[in-house]
């Protein structure tokens, strides 16, 4: 009897011990994972004001540099305002990534015409995969269900498991990786944009350039050409006036088109603003845009993305 008694006894001890150790792990998983949460809040507030930081510093640099010039250099600085910051940077912080760029110096995709995006997408993926592209895009945008020949409407994504296409104008950049062909093509992507604004002749890259309606190889050229050499053009007459008589007549059979559609300066700028602090990384990135008034910067929107 006495023996049956240890023997309960002794199973009573082991379930006590095996209980109190469940209790202490559950409480060390508890501590961990409150100490973790607390951890990624303190690395996202860092990295927060880290990229707040680095966005101030690059718009009183801004502020510099068109405070250092006169009425009639002020116009130089803003249309090359990414190099004259990036040359008055003597250092770059390591743990910032910075991006500057002008608005226009992207393709909107909502607002290009159907032959703009088709001529876009032919020159920087070729005549292959172009128009596949471009009509993926347009399936994706336009609000009808009738696929163009090498586009993609709803059948197809949902035959591949994907989000179907909104039939309405882009929401936001990242939409455009849902497209048919345009997952991986960051290549691409980097040239598109979903906000609105007239293409800048003056900063825009030569893959926009390209898409514009009437701009020949020879206009792209001239207009990259004259950009280095610091000769601007003041309007578009200017630019046919600088080229053969088949590029200008290219340009003005669709002048009115691209009177409306690009514009000579900036109408803003951009700049982006990346942080990631701790292991696993945590990462703020903010974007404020600005525009010019006289001789400093006026910031027009502020957002910050965790």
Not at 145 to 169: I, K, M
Not at 189 to 213: D, E, G, K, Q, Y
Not at 300 to 306: C, G, T
């Amino acid at each position: 009897m006495a023996r049956r008694k240890r023997g309960f006894a002794l199973v009573a001890v082991l379930w006590v011990l095996t209980v109190a150790t469940v209790l202490s792990a559950a409480t060390v998983l508890v501590g961990r994972g409150a100490y973790g949460a607390a951890r990624n809040r303190t690395n996202a507030e860092r990295a927060y004001w880290r990229a707040e930081e680095c966005v101030a510093m690059t718009i009183a640099l801004v502020d510099r540099a068109l405070a250092a010039a006169n009425e009639s250099q002020r116009l130089r600085v803003w249309r090359t305002l990414d190099v004259a910051v990036d040359s008055m940077s003597a250092t770059r912080a390591a743990d910032c990534a910075m991006t500057l760029r002008s608005f226009g110096s992207s393709l909107d995709v909502n607002a290009a015409s159907d032959a703009t995006l088709q001529k876009f997408f032919v020159n920087a993926a070729g005549e292959t995969e172009g128009p596949a592209l471009a009509d993926a895009v347009l399936d994706w945008r336009d609000t009808d269900v009738e696929q163009r020949p090498a586009g993609a409407e709803a059948s197809w994504y949902e035959q591949n498991a994907r989000p179907s296409p909104r039939n309405d104008l882009f929401a936001a950049d990242g939409e455009l990786t849902l497209v048919k062909g345009l997952e991986h093509r960051q290549d691409l992507l980097r040239f598109l944009t979903t906000s609105p604004s007239r293409i800048c002749l003056s900063t825009a890259p030569a893959a926009v350039l390209a898409a514009l309606p009437g701009f020949t190889e020879e206009a792209v050229t001239r207009v990259l050409v004259d950009r280095a050499e610091g000769r601007p053009f003041i309007d578009l007459s200017t630019l046919m006036s600088r080229v053969s008589h088949t590029a200008a007549d290219s340009i003005a059979m669709h002048f009115e088109e691209l009177a409306t559609t690009t514009s000579i300066e900036p109408q803003g700028w951009s700049v982006v603003a990346t942080v990631s602090v701790g292991w696993p990384a945590i990462s703020v990135s903010t974007d404020v845009w600005f525009d010019r008034y006289a001789d400093h910067a006026v910031i027009v929107r502020h957002r910050s993305q965790w």
